[in-house]
């Protein structure tokens, strides 16, 4: 009887703890931070992505600051875990920057500065103070926040390396080219998405792009693409992955399709360069790849070129220690 009671009782614990272990855990990917703001003069929170590799490493990393981040935090987190980073992409710190859904565009177009100053002096201070950041932020912004974010870039501060702006962007010619009148060591990056199926805010996405291509605005690189399979509410995360794959563009390791292409675009004399800027531009290595010498490698020898292959080979003859070609 003993023996039976004690059976019963070792399944019943094997149910239960079971069923405990079957409940899960949370997944975390990220922490939500209250700070006081002064210019509200209240309590705001804000949601931090920290890269896998940040607490193993002494490196600075850059910012994407994500308007609207309750609804776009977590894609902005997404692209960061799962395309290509930190190959195609560099590892980056995620913020999101959360207003209440009912008074977003009353604070962002009727009371501008103090949300300006919101930013600067109570988000991106605390971030800078509290974490490795570079001097390198992207500002994300969809619909509202994309008209915002369109201006901020063009605002004397200069906040802002990079915007991204969907569903939603502009400026006027006057804030244009008083932007055109700064000076700094690089480039503004601005990219635009839209869709011809965006009913509300395509035509002002439109009319953006034709100023910007009348003004041609010193101090600035851009781009504008439509994804005319989207709708609005549907395009944010396509805008911010191919926002951020242009605001790297070179970035990633060069890759060719063919060993013509190669020898079109310059060869190793365009190559070499390409790396050069890469690296002055990012504060990564200067030197060719080993990802690059691998691609060409391998682009010979499955073209069956063994000229080109031979000559890579000769040309990449340190990579050979790699393991592999072991």
Request: zero cysteines.
């Amino acid at each position: 009887m003993v023996n039976k009671a004690f059976k019963y009782l070792l399944i019943t614990l094997f149910i239960v703890t079971n069923v405990a272990f079957a409940q899960g855990s949370d997944i975390v990917i990220g922490q939500n931070y209250a700070i006081h703001s002064n210019a509200f003069n209240k309590e705001k929170s804000i949601q931090v992505y920290l890269p896998k590799n940040y607490k193993s490493s002494n490196k600075k990393y850059p910012v994407l600051y994500v308007l609207d981040g309750k609804d776009y935090f977590s894609t902005a987190v997404a692209i960061q875990t799962t395309l290509r980073v930190p190959d195609a992409l560099p590892e980056m710190i995620v913020i999101g920057i959360n207003l209440e859904w009912s008074k977003r565009r009353d604070i962002m177009f009727n009371t501008p500065e103090k949300f300006l100053s919101f930013l600067e002096e109570d988000v991106i201070a605390f971030v800078d103070q509290s974490f490795r950041t570079s001097n390198k932020r992207i500002l994300f912004g969809w619909e509202a926040s994309g008209f915002y974010a369109s201006n901020i870039l063009f605002d004397k501060k200069q906040l802002f390396d990079g915007v991204i702006a969907t569903d939603g962007a502009y400026s006027d010619e006057e804030t244009i080219n008083s932007f055109s009148n700064f000076t700094m060591p690089d480039n503004k990056i601005l990219y635009i998405a839209n869709s011809d199926r965006d009913i509300y805010y395509v035509a002002s996405s439109n009319e953006f792009s034709k100023l910007l291509d009348k003004t041609k605005p010193k101090n600035l690189t851009w781009k504008y693409q439509k994804f005319n399979d989207e709708v609005h509410e549907s395009l944010p995360y396509l805008a911010m992955y191919h926002g951020l794959k242009y605001y790297y563009h070179n970035f990633d390791s060069l890759i060719y399709k063919d060993i013509k292409t190669f020898h079109a675009k310059g060869g190793m004399k365009y190559l070499k360069e390409y790396f050069k800027q890469r690296g002055e531009r990012f504060g990564v290595s200067t030197e060719i790849a080993d990802a690059a010498k691998n691609d060409l490698i391998w682009l010979g020898l499955n073209r069956n070129d063994f000229k080109n292959f031979d000559y890579f080979m000769t040309e990449f003859k340190e990579v050979l220690s790699t393991k592999r070609y072991q």
